[in-house]
T-cell receptor, first 113, second 112 residues
Framework: DAKTTQPDSMESTEGETVHLPCSHATISGNEYIYWYRQVPLQGPEYVTHGLQQNTTNSMAFLAIASDRKSSTLILTHVSLRDAAVYHCILRVGSGGSNAKLTFGKGTKLSVKS | DAGVTQTPRHEVAEKGQTIILKCEPVSGHNDLFWYRQTKIQGLELLSYFRSKSLMEDGGAFKDRFKAEMLNSSFSTLKIQPTEPKDSAVYLC??????????FGAGTRLSVL
């Protein structure tokens, strides 16, 4: 029941800004947009999340469309450490039954030096 | 600031063996999740605990998979007996009241 669509892969060069898109046309009003990333031999790492307003933290900026049907994860000054598979998923907020996570294939971000 | 700790990182078992995987959640978190990750099936929920009580289990995994929370800071996942199809990465995650989930590095299990 994957409800998000992401490109399979993207490429960038160290120091660049990368925009990773995610489409979620059937998002419900109580669903948050979460981003995780995963590198081989490691568990998924939390990146950021948001509901309606754009959010920013030390890892990334999340831009959410006004109709919430799409979002973009923006990574500035990417480094080789940012190379990973980035997953965009939808989760109901706290209090909901949300244990079953569906990670799609995600976007594999490659970073060149 | 300790995250989720899983041990061992790698486990090799013979078919029919019993193995126990361990997880220490983030301190203060009241939710604990066990998942299995494979390339084909993706992420599958095995068990979900809230404040040490089992809230959900992964249906199809009931017969040979048993997760327990011995206390709020320690959980185990027992697979008995193991089968080759159990080869996968087993992930433990924790959260506070189903807010952001934080994952451990996982245990890579190979069953021969």
């Amino acid at each position: 029941d994957a409800k998000t669509t992401q490109p399979d892969s993207m490429e960038s060069t160290e120091g660049e800004t990368v925009h990773l898109p995610c489409s979620h046309a059937t998002i419900s009003g109580n669903e948050y947009i979460y981003w995780y990333r995963q590198v081989p031999l490691q568990g998924p790492e939390y990146v950021t999340h948001g509901l309606q307003q754009n959010t920013t933290n030390s890892m990334a900026f999340l831009a959410i469309a006004s109709d919430r049907k799409s979002s973009t994860l923006i990574l500035t000054h990417v480094s080789l450490r940012d190379a990973a598979v980035y997953h965009c998923i939808l989760r109901v907020g706290s209090g909901g039954s949300n244990a079953k996570l569906t990670f799609g294939k995600g976007t594999k971000l490659s970073v060149k030096s | 600031d300790a995250g989720v700790t899983q041990t061992p990182r790698h486990e090799v078992a013979e078919k029919g063996q019993t193995i126990i995987l361990k997880c220490e959640p983030v301190s203060g978190h009241n939710d604990l999740f066990w998942y299995r990750q494979t390339k084909i099936q993706g992420l599958e929920l095995l068990s979900y605990f809230r404040s040490k009580s089992l809230m959900e289990d992964g249906g199809a995994f009931k017969d040979r998979f048993k997760a327990e929370m011995l206390n709020s800071s320690f959980s185990t996942l027992k697979i008995q007996p193991t089968e080759p199809k159990d080869s996968a990465v087993y992930l433990c995650a924790s959260s506070y009241s189903q807010n952001t989930l934080y994952f451990g590095a996982g245990t890579r299990l190979s069953v021969l």
